[in-house]
């Protein structure tokens, strides 16, 4: 039978083993989903001659940059030989208010359905989170019809009203949540020193709302930014959206098929999301975990 003066000891040992096989189970992990973009980047960085002579998976003998800098100004994006570029600015113009305008209002509806509750709020609230569950699919059709009337099918604009549509079930939910833990006294005293709806709002609320403010950024961003239903079903020409243009690029084919162009436009297309998800990602968490006191 061990010594219990030497229990402290083998417990330490066994902590460490412990340790050590949980962070090699994490590398295996890590290793495993970091593969495929291994992968993708090496080959983006391959020559045309080198990528026809040697193995897919295999590191550049020399880097090269030609099939980045053809996959952004040349490569032939169905019939255009444009490359990706004014179809990533087209995303840019996308996005940017889809974002801001689908936050923006998430959180007023937020803000009222929590601080300015009237009859049939809780209802109210239940039909918007009802549009969190509904698919993309379902509302392809009415989403069509709407842009036809309104004279927005086919273009940028109406790409930024449907994103804020269907975003905007998911802001408000946001919002909604993290303005149950903030105390109704603060409003009611704001109010009895003559303060209105529109006057506590932006003057009280959205101050402290950054954390939740971060979510709904990155939230909306990622999801408007990689959608390819929307604007494979509402964009059309010129117009449409990097995800479309990556698709119709990786399956325009002419002559030998250019690999390493289409890697490096698959990188292209992932990369703001990439991105905003390495530098924002930590606050992401946060403000997810902000408003989770109550509600």
Known sequence: MANLQDLPGARGR??????????????????????????????????????RSG?????????????????????????????????????????????????????????????????????LFGLILFGSFIPFQLVLLPMSMTLGFLGLAGTTAGLVLVHVVYGLAFTTLFFRNYYTSIPDDLVKAATIDGAGFFQ?????????????????????FTQIWNDFLFGASFSSGASAPITVALNNLVNTTTGVKQYNVDMAAAIIAALPTLIVYVFAGKYFVRGLTAGSVKG
């Open 200 to 220: 506590i709002f932006f003057k009280i609320m959205l101050p402290i709302s950054t954390p939740i403010m971060v979510v709904s950024i990155i939230w909306q």
């Open 55 to 123: 193995s897919l998976i295999s590191l550049p003998r020399d880097f090269s940059f030609e099939a980045w800098g053809f996959a952004w100004n040349k490569a032939n994006v169905g019939v255009n030989a444009t490359g990706l570029a004014p179809y990533f600015w087209n995303s840019v113009v996308m996005v940017v208010p889809s974002v801001l305008i689908s936050t923006f209002m998430g959180a007023l509806n937020g803000y009222a359905l929590t601080k300015w509750k009237f009859p049939g709020a809780n209802l």
């Open 14 to 51: 066994y902590a460490i083993v412990g340790r050590v096989f949980l962070y090699a189970a994490l590398f295996l992990f890590a290793a495993y989903y970091l593969l495929p973009l291994c992968v993708m980047v090496s080959t983006s960085l391959k020559s045309a001659a080198e990528l």
